[in-house]
């Protein structure tokens, strides 16, 4: 079964701090995406990379980066925290090969920007 | 432009009635369709998609490309069926991003 680990289930940080949020997943996945889930606008993509080291800006991309160094790690950084980052974060990845491969989730990450 | 609408952001349903969240995509090619569900507490997992053509805990949907929709229908709703449910297109294209519906909140009413 697929594990797609996010380093935290909470987390509470202060505005203008930097910000990592970090995913693993365990099947040898080419593809990576990071979410974020918000009441009523469902989920908004940030950021996905297909390959170790590329990475491609999805709807949402400002105020945020990614980093892709080893194939089973994508990690989300938000430069300078502000308080409209406060979400749900999901990380999720997927089989290469054919772009129409199901999506594997993590739990999520509630971050609070204070 | 490629979108996939939800119309109804909440849907309450009794128990033991029909169900049918809606969802109508606009893509120009031939997308793949997905839903996903998250059941309280549990993390967004893949509930069926449309090449499969299985019925996953009673729900189907079939894929209409006249009308452009894949609606998820379940003749008898169950309690545990409450969750939050999103529709999602695949693209062909590798190049074209995957898209995802708002969602719609399945409330089921004992």
């Known amino acids: 079964d697929v594990k797609v680990t996010q380093s935290s289930r909470y987390l509470v940080k202060r505005t203008g701090e930097k910000v990592f949020l970090e995913c693993v997943q365990d099947?040898?996945?080419?593809?990576m995406f990071w979410y974020r889930q918000d009441p009523g606008l469902g989920l908004r993509l940030i950021y996905f990379s297909y390959d170790v080291k590329m990475k491609e800006k999805g709807d949402i991309p400002e105020g945020y980066s990614v980093s892709r160094e080893k194939k089973e790690r994508f990690s989300l950084i938000l430069e300078s925290a502000s308080t409209n980052q406060t979400s749900m974060y999901l990380c999720a990845s997927s089989k290469q090969g054919r772009s129409n491969q199901p999506q594997h989730f993590g739990d999520g990450t509630r971050l609070s920007i204070l | 432009a490629q979108r996939v609408t939800q119309p109804e952001k909440l849907l309450s349903v009794f128990k033991g009635a029909p169900v049918e969240l809606k969802c109508n995509y606009s893509y120009s090619g031939s997308p793949e369709l997905f839903w996903y569900v998250q059941y309280s507490r549990q993390r967004l997992q893949l509930l069926l998609r449309?090449?499969s053509r299985e019925s996953i805990k009673g729900f189907t949907a079939d894929l209409n490309k006249g009308e452009t929709s894949f609606h998820l229908k379940k003749p008898f709703a169950q309690e545990e069926d409450s969750a939050m449910y999103y529709c999602a297109l695949s693209p062909m294209n590798r190049d074209d991003k995957i898209i995802f519906g708002k969602g719609t909140r399945l409330h089921i009413l004992p």
């Open positions: 099947m040898d996945h080419e593809n």
């Open positions: 449309h090449i």
